[in-house]
Structures are given as structure tokens and as C-alpha cells.
């Protein structure tokens, strides 16, 4: 089975620069997420998605950042403009559904790492 | 006060070695927790599931106190692969919070 894929896995921007980042989830799992780990940090929840829609964005600095899947199944993540304390890992997990209870295992891609000079 | 907080080490431990660390989580209604693991310049791995009664998966033992509301890991016989950061993740209703990590490094 494949596994979360994301991209690009490294990124160097300028601040006030955009970008943006890709995800598609392992097949079927309804439930995506995307995280911001800085170092030395645990991930931080940015967004959750079940579907197409927003299940949880209340740490979403919605000021600069966006996400969406539209189709409920890949994602995508941007950032504009950047400032330098968005240097980071932003991860993707993903999680299923088991009938009606959703899975908490998270299955996580490797990673996008920008940084923002 | 964090809600999930972690003693972020770095943990020292001989190979063969036992090593134990806590997790403490302030939202008492958390009904979730987990282990997961993150190498270095990796992404996070689910290590293990906690239950109430405590559980055992080989060399690594989940423990729940919610007394005192902290889960442990305990690694036992601990090998050089066990280096690694481990992060606690609790929460309910869906929503997980992550500890910032305790890294521990194995040493022969």
C-alpha cells in the first residue's frame, strides 16, 4: 500500500515570497491533516479535513494561510505572503475510517522543509 | 501550561538498558493517547496505542495514570535503533495534541 505522499520535500523561499505544498493521502482514507513542526517542536495542527471539508482550522493563521481539497482527496497548503517564522516541516498525515468511528492512527508523508530567508 | 508536556531530554541510556519517561496532559477529559516515534529529520511513526489497563508490545510497555493524568513509556533491553525522539499525543473527540518529544539516544 502506498503511503502518504507529499511535495516538494525542500523548499528556500524569501520572506514575502508564496508557496505551496502538496499532499495526497494513503487511498481511501477520508481524513487528512496537515501539520507545522518546527524544530524541536511537536507537529502543530494546522488543518483537518474529512472529505472535502474543514473539520478543524482554529490554528490556521488564516491571515497567510490556505488549504483545500477539493475533490476530498489531495491537498494542497500555501503560504502568502511567507515570513521567516513559517520556517518549518509541514506534514501531511492521513487517517480512515472504521464504519462510523474514525481511526487516530495518523499515517504521516516525509515532510515538505522550507525555509524562509 | 501546556496541555501535553514532555521532559525533552536528551535521555542518555547504555545499550541493554531500561529506560522509562512520563507524559503529562492537563485536559482531564483526554480519552486518547499514544506513543508515536519521529527519527531524525523523519516523520512521525505510530510506536504504540495506550490503553486504561496498561499494554505491552515487546520491549516497550504504554502505561495510563489518570490520577495523575501522565502516560509512560518504559523501553526495556534498550537496542542503539531505539534512538529516537518519542512524542505523546493525547486528546479526545477527535482532537490530539502533541508533547514536543523526548529524545533519547542509546549509547554502546
Known amino acids: 500500500e502506498a503511503g502518504v505522499a507529499q511535495s516538494p520535500r525542500y523548499k528556500i523561499i524569501e520572506k514575502r515570497q508564496s508557496v505551496a505544498f502538496w499532499c495526497n493521502p494513503i487511498s481511501g482514507h477520508a481524513t487528512l491533516y496537515w501539520y507545522q513542526q518546527i524544530l524541536g517542536q511537536g507537529p502543530k495542527l494546522l488543518i483537518q479535513f474529512q472529505n472535502n471539508g474543514v473539520v478543524d482550522d482554529s490554528q490556521l493563521p488564516k491571515d497567510r494561510f490556505s488549504a483545500e481539497r477539493l475533490k476530498g482527496v489531495d491537498s494542497t497548503l500555501k503560504i502568502q505572503p511567507a515570513k521567516l517564522e513559517d520556517s518549518a516541516v509541514y506534514l501531511c498525515a492521513s487517517s480512515s475510517w472504521e464504519g462510523r468511528k474514525l481511526q487516530e492512527t495518523q499515517y504521516f508523508g516525509p515532510g515538505t522543509r522550507l525555509l524562509v530567508l | ?108
Open chain 2, 1 to 108: 501550561r501546556k496541555e501535553v508536556e514532555q521532559d525533552p531530554g536528551p535521555f542518555n541510556v547504555p545499550e541493554g538498558a531500561t529506560v522509562a519517561f512520563n507524559c503529562t496532559y492537563s485536559n482531564s477529559a483526554s480519552q486518547s493517547f499514544f506513543w508515536y516515534r519521529q527519527d531524525c529529520r523523519k516523520e512521525p511513526k505510530l510506536l504504540m496505542s495506550v490503553y486504561s489497563s496498561g499494554n505491552e508490545d515487546g520491549r516497550f510497555t504504554a502505561q495510563l495514570n489518570r490520577a495523575s493524568q501522565y502516560i509512560s513509556l518504559l523501553i526495556r533491553d534498550s537496542k542503539l535503533s531505539d534512538s529516537a525522539t518519542y512524542l505523546c499525543v493525547g486528546g479526545s473527540n477527535y482532537q490530539l495534541i502533541w508533547g514536543a518529544g523526548t529524545k533519547l539516544i542509546i549509547k554502546p
